[in-house]
T-cell receptor, first 116, second 111 residues
Framework: ETGVTQTPRHLVMGMTNKKSLKCEQH?????MYWYKQSAKKPLELMFVYNFKEQTENNSVPSRFSPECPNSSHLFLHLHTLQPEDSALYLC???????????????FGDGTRLSIL | SQKIEQNSEALNIQEGKTATLTCNYTNYSPAYLQWYRQDPGRGPVFLLL?????KEKRKERLKVTFDTTLKQSLFHITASQPADSATYLCALEGNTGKLIFGQGTTLQVKP
């Protein structure tokens, strides 16, 4: 299997549930990212990890909790979400961090999250 | 404030014509600019990267230009096909080194 794989592809949860999104990359990359994509809005960067260390938290509410156990896996733990958190959550990876503009990012197909 | 603008209206063209999409930015001086394609229900796919000292870059039927004076990038698809129908995103390196995305322009190529 190649590329970036995200599971589940769809998730419906109530506001009091706890769930996790999973991302796995098979590209040997060192940097991984979480983005949020809402309808008609640009991708919003949430978190950045480089060699398993978090280097960026873009003022994301604490109800989103990332975890990166190794350079190939990235999780986003969800707890007590709000309806406005319904969106497509995308995981991406790049060879390394560097200046991000010089690094093509490879995206998974995302998890479509709906909060009831 | 820093801003990236892509035409939010869909671009409809006839098969075989050249599609031209625009990405304008303000209050940035990016060293790099990237273009991605996104199909419905899928993640973005990287297409091309162009550096500030490159005026133009080509890949098969795709051509990207980067005008740092006008603060604009143009993305061209020549001999367009219905399979080229998708949303195209531009992204540039912001002042903090992060990749910042535009909201994308949807291209519809009619047979």
């Amino acid at each position: 299997e190649t590329g970036v794989t995200q599971t589940p592809r769809h998730l419906v949860m109530g506001m009091t549930n706890k769930k996790s999104l999973k991302c796995e990359q098979h590209l040997g990359h060192n940097a991984m990212y979480w983005y949020k994509q809402s309808a008609k809005k640009p991708l919003e960067l949430m978190f950045v990890y480089n060699f398993k260390e978090q280097t960026e938290n873009n003022s994301v509410p604490s109800r989103f909790s990332p975890e990166c156990p190794n350079s190939s896996h990235l999780f986003l733990h969800l707890h007590t979400l709000q309806p406005e958190d319904s969106a497509l959550y995308l995981c991406a990876s790049s060879q390394d961090l560097g200046g991000q503009g010089n690094q093509p990012q490879h995206f998974g197909d995302g998890t479509r999250l709906s909060i009831l | 404030s820093q801003k990236i603008e892509q035409n939010s209206e869909a671009l409809n063209i006839q098969e075989g014509k050249t599609a031209t999409l625009t990405c304008n930015y303000t209050n940035y001086s990016p060293a790099y600019l990237q273009w991605y394609r996104q199909d419905p229900g899928r993640g973005p796919v990287f297409l091309l990267l162009i550096r500030e000292n490159e005026k133009e870059k080509r890949k098969e039927r795709l051509k990207v230009t980067f005008d740092t004076t006008l603060k604009q990038s143009l993305f061209h698809i020549t001999a367009s096909q219905p399979a080229d129908s998708a949303t195209y995103l531009c992204a540039l390196e912001g002042n903090t080194g992060k990749l910042i995305f535009g909201q994308g322009t949807t291209l519809q190529v009619k047979p």
